[in-house]
């Protein structure tokens, strides 16, 4: 498992993960994983926040397994100069995607996740959306790790009693599953 720091051009840069930066970053870490003989099939991106966003930006361009979304920002106003918003850069993912928020984040509101995932039931691979009831920013913050859907919204298990303990077990074992289900 490798996981690039994002933000190692920070502070020199104003835009420290979007574009051609995003590109070069991702391209570099995947040619490092294909020299160490791994796939593109096996590799997965996973990000949290804004790396949310470039995880779900770089899965439009990429041939890799699969991806997930944590809280990712943007999604019906650019994140960041040049980058579109994910309501239109879902609809050209390459790869199975999973968008995971809580359902009362302000940053993302229940209004816009509705929008993405109305957009990413258009990708010609399979999508996923979930959000968790009474979880803000960042489900997984406190819990060690993170939670409607695109496709097979009846088959998203309930989450329990609701609370942010086992929403956040709940989302780890969906991130798992998502993975262990796309990546070869």
Not at 11 to 30: H, N, R, W
Not at 52 to 68: D, F, H, K, N, Y
Not at 137 to 164: L, M, Q
Request: aromatic share 8%.
């Amino acid at each position: 498992m490798t996981a690039p720091d994002l933000f190692h051009r920070q502070p020199q840069s104003t835009d420290p993960v979007f574009g051609d930066a995003l590109f070069e970053d991702f391209a570099a870490a995947e040619g490092w994983l294909h020299g160490e003989g791994i796939r593109p099939d096996c590799v997965g991106v996973l990000g949290f926040d804004s790396a949310g966003t470039a995880a779900a930006l770089v899965s439009t361009t990429q041939r890799i397994g699969a991806a997930v979304s944590i809280a990712a920002h943007g999604i019906s106003e650019p994140v960041a100069a040049g980058t579109p918003p994910l309501v239109n850069a879902v609809r050209e993912l390459r790869v199975p995607w999973l968008g995971i928020f809580g359902e009362d984040d302000p940053l993302t509101p229940p209004s816009e996740i509705e929008l993405l995932r109305e957009s990413a039931a258009r990708a010609n691979v399979a999508t996923l959306i979930v959000t968790y009831p009474g979880l803000g920013h960042r489900p997984d913050e406190g819990f060690g790790f993170t939670s409607k859907g695109a496709d097979d919204v009846d088959d998203i298990p309930a989450t329990g009693d609701g609370s942010p303990e086992v929403a956040a077990v709940a989302a780890r074992q969906h991130i798992f599953e998502w993975f262990d289900s796309n990546l070869r």
